[in-house]
């Protein structure tokens, strides 16, 4: 497992697209799960998104965002991005990557995740 850092965050215009970047400070995300989570002013964090090291499906994302983020693997850099499009004016908060070991069922808590970065923030604008 390693510690994120997060990068790509920035000030947006409402249908607008940015894409977050997460890499491995330190050793590498190869068999861990990797989750964005935000979370919005006066909100709890909520879970955002998750590529799960393992066979089968391995992008997850919440409802909120479905049809709207992706989110990939970049193999030759050990990197998760997360591509947000047609973006939304509740989309802004600050984003945090997560690493991690979760099982399945608890892919979206945030107590599954040992190792996270500092935060990017995200403005969509009017």
């Known amino acids: ?3 994120p850092v997060e990068s790509g965050g920035g000030l947006v215009q409402v249908g607008g697209s940015l894409t977050l970047s997460c890499a491995p400070s330190d050793g590498s995300f190869r068999g861990s799960s990797v989750a964005w989570f935000r ?3 006066g909100k709890d964090r909520e879970f955002v998104a998750a590529w ?3 066979g089968g499906s391995n992008q997850y994302l ?3 965002v479905k049809g709207r983020f992706a989110v ?3 193999n030759a850099k050990d990197m ?3 591509q947000m499009n047609d973006l939304k004016l509740e989309d802004s908060a600050i984003y945090y990557c997560a690493s991690g070991r979760p099982i399945l069922s608890s892919l979206r808590q945030t107590s599954s995740y040992s190792y996270w970065g500092q935060g990017t923030k995200v403005d969509v604008s009017s």
């Open 52 to 54: 799960r090291w393992s």
């Open 1 to 3: 497992q390693a510690q």
């Open 80 to 82: 998760i991005h997360l």
């Open 39 to 41: 979370q919005a002013t």
């Open 62 to 64: 919440s409802d909120s």
């Open 72 to 74: 990939r693997r970049d």
